[in-house]
T-cell receptor, first 112, second 113 residues
Framework: RKEVEQDPGPFNVPEGATVAFNCTYS??????FFWYRQDCRKEPKLLMS???SGNEDGRFTAQLNRASQYISLLIRDSKLSDSATYLC?????????????FGAGTRLAVHP | DVKVTQSSRYLVKRTGEKVFLECVQD?????MFWYRQDPGLGLRLIYF???????EKGDIPEGYSVSREKKERFSLILESASTNQTSMYLC????????????FGSGTQLSVL
């Protein structure tokens, strides 16, 4: 089993739709969680952190479910510019340092 | 804005060649990382460094080495390139204690023929 797993997609949605991605992780001692966004042929960029109580940034909502060991990203009112690959990142402490594990990413394609 | 610069966007090398990938960051970050990204596998950590002249192996260090002689520069070396090292290589940096917010370079697509 991979340490961090994501549905690769693609998720094809029309503009204005609401779409949600999940990301499961295997290490129950994981401490921190993040979503990164990667546009086609570009580098990943931090989208948002994921807090235990859930957090929102405009149209984006991130949630954490520790009991079931997954994080989620909800995008409301999708825009064409949201088309990208979304990477989840899970961090746990191992071997004396914080270990960042990236998921393979979920591809989102928003169409007119 | 933080800038992380990788020396080449595309690189084509032959099997057995020694390959140097250079990365420079301009924000005085302590931490620097080298990842490779392959379809379906995500980003995998090759090596990282938390200080000058310091290096630690990541998850897939075999066939690679690194050098960090100056704080702003982190080099990845493929001692003898092989075809299975064809990949996108991404350098990243972060502040000490802020390891979760990584700033990435634009990547080097390496093809080994």
């Amino acid at each position: 089993r991979k340490e961090v797993e994501q549905d690769p997609g693609p998720f094809n949605v029309p503009e204005g739709a609401t779409v949600a991605f999940n990301c499961t992780y295997s290490n129950s001692a994981s401490q921190s969680f993040f979503w990164y966004r990667q546009d086609c042929r570009k580098e990943p960029k931090l989208l948002m952190s994921v807090y235990s109580s859930g957090n929102e940034d405009g149209r984006f909502t991130a949630q954490l479910n520790r009991a079931s060991q997954y994080i989620s990203l909800l995008i409301r009112d999708s825009k064409l510019s949201d088309s990208a690959t979304y990477l989840c990142v899970v961090i746990w402490f191992s071997g004396g340092y914080n270990k960042l594990i990236f998921g393979a990413g979920t591809r989102l394609a928003v169409h007119p | 804005d933080v800038k992380v610069t990788q020396s080449s966007r595309y690189l084509v090398k032959r099997t057995g060649e020694k390959v140097f990938l250079e990365c420079v960051q301009d924000m005085d970050h302590e931490n620097m990382f080298w990842y490779r990204q392959d379809p379906g596998l995500g980003l995998r950590l090759i090596y990282f460094s938390y200080d000058v002249k310091m290096k630690e192996k990541g998850d897939i260090p075999e066939g690679y080495s690194v050098s960090r002689e100056k704080k702003e520069r982190f080099s990845l070396i493929l001692e003898s390139a092989s075809t299975n090292q064809t990949s996108m290589y991404l350098c990243a940096s972060s502040l000490a204690g802020g390891g979760e917010k990584l700033f990435f370079g634009s990547g080097t697509q390496l093809s080994v023929l």
